[in-house]
Every structure is written in C-alpha cells, then in structure tokens.
C-alpha cells in the first residue's frame, strides 16, 4: 500500500510503497482514502513533538483528514456499505502515534471518527473540512458570541481561522483580523468587517475598539496568549487553540474532537453553505513528501488539499 510516513524520529516524510494492507475486526471499516489535506499537527508528528503525550510506533502514517469510499464493512458495523462515500478525520493518536489518512487504505472503527460526506459537497473539500471546522466549531462556541459584539480572530488567515471568522460574522458579530495587507480581499470575502496589520502595533490599531473576544489561533505561550488577551475588553472571553490560555475567567482550551455529532455539524454547516472551504492549493499523494517543506514556509490563506485520485 502506498502511503506517506516517517521511519523514525527526524526521518524525513517519504512515499512508501510497502506498507501493510490495514487490518480490520467486526466493527470496522475500510475506507480507500481519495482526499485529505494537510494541517499543522502533521509537521508536529514530523517533529516529534507529539512524543511529549504518546508514543510514537514506526512506521508513523501522516495525515489526519480523510474523504473517501467504504471499501469493506464488518460484520458488526450497522450505518455503513461499501460504496459509501464518508470523510472524517484521525486522531493524532490513539494510543500511539501511528496510524494516519495520507495512505491508500486507513480502518476506522464505524461511526466514531467518520460520517457520510454530504450531498453536494466534493471529495476535495470533504476532504480539506473536518479538523479545521471541528477546532473552529469549538472555538466560537467557546466565546458565545451575540449579535452585534466584536471578535478579534487572530490567525485569521489560515485552516482553522478561516473557518471560524466565517462562524462568526453568522453569529453577527463583528469579525476584526491581523493579517498581512496581501490578505485584505481574501478576509473580506470571509467576513471579515476589519483587517489590521498582524506585524504593527495591535493595541495601537484597536485604540477605542471595544473587543468582546479572542480567537487565538497562532500564540503557543501563555505570555503571547496574554498579550493577544489585553486587547479584549475585561470580563470578556478568550479561546486558545492550543493550550496556551492558561486558568483564569473567560478563558477556555479548546480541542477538536472528531465525534459523530461534530462531524453532523460540519455537515450541516457545509449543506447550507454558512462555512465553505477556502482550498488554496491541492497536491497529489505522490508529490506530498517534497512539498511538505514548503508548505511550512508559506503563507496560508485557507487549506491545501490532498489528493489520491
Ligand atoms: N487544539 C486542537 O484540537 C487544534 C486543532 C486544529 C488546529 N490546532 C492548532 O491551531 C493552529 C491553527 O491551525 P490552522 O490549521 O489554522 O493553521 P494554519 O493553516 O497554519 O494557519 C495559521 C495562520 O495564522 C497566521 N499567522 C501566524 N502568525 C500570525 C500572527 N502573528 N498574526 C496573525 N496571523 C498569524 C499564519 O500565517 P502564515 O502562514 O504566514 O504563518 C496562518 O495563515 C495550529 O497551531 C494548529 O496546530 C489545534
């Protein structure tokens, strides 16, 4: 099966050829993979970052994000036949780093990480969705936005920011995003009422702003979280993607899981048309190993898809 993985910690990400058809019991599926993208969490698995909550079992498939067609059902799996077309995403681990939607064929176990890929949608952006609209699900439930209030969405730009500035101005609030000034019309289109400049003076842009909330996407401390959290208004909410809100009132964690019932969301969400996906490049499987690099130094305006056809 071919599939794209790392042999080791530092390896290089290469395409495989070799790896074991997956197996699978009762209550699995296969699915043959046709679409996937890339996310952060792929180049943290790379890195060997994600040794710090689990181990890592060699050979480590990449990718979380899948679309794709059930190939084999099993016995016990009751919702699903082969044919149908289902996407979802895989947990970084689960227990150990290892398995991941960059491969021909990946086993699920039904219903808990798939759902069907709904009607209208391609497999591209089936695809390109779950992880991203799951995390940015997460994060504008967490600050409860009303009609009317303000939200500072700071990583606007990429996945996960895209997705979220897109939730919010549907909620009515009014969405404001650092960004470059590159990324003015891209973030309009979104919905974005306000662009400032990501690499100026923030508290300077926001002078006689009242901000009720934060989406950060992009700090990885506590101290870039903060500085990002001064700029809302007191007694206002503040959401970390990635663990960097610390304790404290109105702040919140969040952290994408990849349910039943969150995917339904990201279907209904994509059904009516309230998110759509903005895919601003597209790989094959075979060429996703050499440009991975380059990926990590560009800058992201939405997903890169991947895919398998
Ligand atoms: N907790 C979870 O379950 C979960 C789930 C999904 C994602 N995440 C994490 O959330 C983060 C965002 O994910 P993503 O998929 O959206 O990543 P992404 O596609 O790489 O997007 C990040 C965006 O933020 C921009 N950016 C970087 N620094 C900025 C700054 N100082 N001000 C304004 N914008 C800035 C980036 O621009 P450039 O491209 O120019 O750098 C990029 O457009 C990642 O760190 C990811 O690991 C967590």
Do not use: C
Not at 73 to 93: K, M, N, R
């Amino acid at each position: 099966m071919r599939a794209i993985a790392v042999d080791s910690l530092g390896a290089d990400p290469d395409l495989r050829d070799d790896l074991p058809e997956p197996g699978y019991g009762p209550g699995d599926v296969v699915v043959g993979v046709r679409a996937s993208s890339i996310n952060p969490v792929d180049l943290s698995i790379v890195s060997g970052m994600l040794r710090m909550v689990a181990e890592y079992e060699f050979p480590v498939v990449l990718g979380r994000d899948f679309a794709g067609t059930v190939e084999t059902a099993g016995d016990q799996v009751a919702g699903f036949e082969p044919g149908d077309l289902v996407y979802g995403y895989i947990p970084p681990w689960g227990p150990a780093v290892h398995a991941g939607s960059w491969a021909e064929r990946i086993v699920l176990p039904a219903g808990q990480f798939a759902a069907r890929v709904p009607a209208g949608i391609a497999l591209e952006v089936a695809g390109a969705a779950p992880l991203v609209t799951i995390t940015a699900i997460e994060a504008v439930d967490a600050v409860r936005l009303s009609p009317g209030q303000t939200v500072l969405v700071v990583g606007a730009t990429g996945g996960v920011g895209s997705v979220a500035v897109q939730l919010a101005a549907s909620a009515g609030a009014t969405v404001i995003g650092p960004a470059r000034p590159g990324d003015e019309a891209y973030l309009r289109d979104l919905g974005v009422s306000r662009v400032i400049d990501r690499d100026g003076d923030l508290a300077e842009s926001l002078r006689g702003v009242d901000v009720d909330a934060l989406i950060d996407l992009v700090s990885y401390t506590p101290d870039e979280f903060d500085a990002h959290a001064a700029l809302i208004k007191p007694g206002g909410r503040a959401a970390s993607a990635l663990r960097a809100a610390g304790e404290g009132p109105g702040r919140i964690n969040v952290s994408a899981a990849p349910t039943a019932e969150s995917l339904q969301r990201v279907s209904a969400l994509l059904t009516e048309g309230t998110v759509r996906i903005p895919i601003q490049q597209t790989h094959k499987l075979d060429d996703l190993a050499g440009v991975l690099g380059e990926f990590s130094a560009s800058h992201k305006q939405g997903k890169h898809a991947v895919t398998l056809d």
